[in-house]
DNA sequence: CGCGCGAGGATTGTTGACAATCCTGGTGAC
DNA sequence: GTCACCAGGATTGTCAACAATCCTCGCGCG
């Protein structure tokens, strides 16, 4: 069948698995877009024409996801995007927090001159971002700070950790967002951090960041029942 | 090779999930135990035969086994059981020294008065394991004591975490319970964990789950590469 | 009118066979 | 003697069909 090829067109030969990943990465990047709703089934014969793949690398990829806790599968009941409760997404902030002071502490330590350069540079972006209004950049900006921490503390096992966390609480993340005032005082939790790194205070890098993290949950945790 | 014990023979009908389940649970307890060693292949075929399940669950099994970070799996050349070097071990302390503290600190805020009994007879119980020099039966104790800090604490995240993180250096475990001194110290830290939870004292019961287990990954630093 | 209940459709779980790929061993050229 | 190279076997990836199970809907009964 030729038309299989459509399907990574961007990608390059690269690619060291097959189309196994393929479907396990491009459902997880549905789920996390939103285009699943929470408890949305997840009907194997429709993955599987959605995505042009056979319904075994749909099946794998659907345990894999259960095992990163995105999505619920019972035994004859089939697959759904598993809804994480107001609850349990600040138990993951929670988790989160204590993981990514792990981070920060590591990244104190390990951190180059030309590693406090670049955090520096996405801190300063941010600034702009946020003095522009952008809100939403300067969200980005916060993620691509925390990838940059994550590089910089070379601990693959709390990356690990913290990209199944990450993903888990993508869905909740805007709302912080929105919250009033949260803007300005997330950008100084991150130039706290950043100094720390550049200072190479682990304890300090460490706390910081655990108080930004904690910071976000408390926000979450102000913001009652909401709607979705 | 009576190993197979019987596969699923004895199994009542009261078995939840289908035979899928069955053979990541089995198969990922053969890993835990050490019936596979690092670095095994683990053929389709042969494991299917071994534990009569057909290729289709093996398959998924280790799909699974893969996300838990337990196996890896190359695209045509099969799955392995992954081989985890002190380095990573000691990583993986250290994530779990800073989720034990998240635990301890859930659990000194959460405990009953029943939850500190049970907790101080497991500890009064290690001791005397001690004492009689029953070293497998003091670890088996801190263990036990581990699960019950997780059920206290009510922290489903955490718990999943740290059931991935343990099961990963169940390898290198022993080696530490061999540190000469390592076991009257280990001792002493439960009894401040446990002092601490049972004063309500979140912070100091989060130090000192998180010293707890620094020491362990301490110990396994100062032993440098011992074979296996 | 409410409710147990069985037939039918829908969906998952499983099996077997086939294709694609990788690894191993041997062979020949230089 | 060493290296490139190519069959042959072993193993995984994929597919289609079948069996098992669940959910829904309509029907008869109290």
Known sequence: MGDG?????????????????????????????????????????????????????????????????????????????????????IEILEARAVLEGLVARHAALNATPADVAALRATLERMEADYRAGDLASVSE?????????????RHQTAVRLLDGLRAQNVRHQFRTILAPGRGRGSIEEHRTIVEAVAAGDPKRAEKAARRHVANIADALRRIPTGTI
């Open 5 to 89: 090829s459509g399907i990574g067109a961007g990608m390059p030969a690269g690619c060291r698995r097959g189309a196994e990943d393929e479907g396990y990465l491009r459902l997880r990047q549905a789920i996390l877009d939103g285009r699943f709703l929470p408890n949305e089934r997840l009907v194997e014969a429709d993955l599987s024409k959605m995505f042009n793949l056979g319904r075994a690398a749909i099946r794998t990829a659907l345990a894999r996801l259960e095992q990163d806790g995105l999505v619920e599968r019972a035994p004859f009941r089939g697959a759904r995007v598993r809804a994480i409760s107001l609850a349990e997404a």
């Open 141 to 153: 900006g916060s993620s691509r700070m925390h990838r940059q921490l994550l590089a910089v503390a």
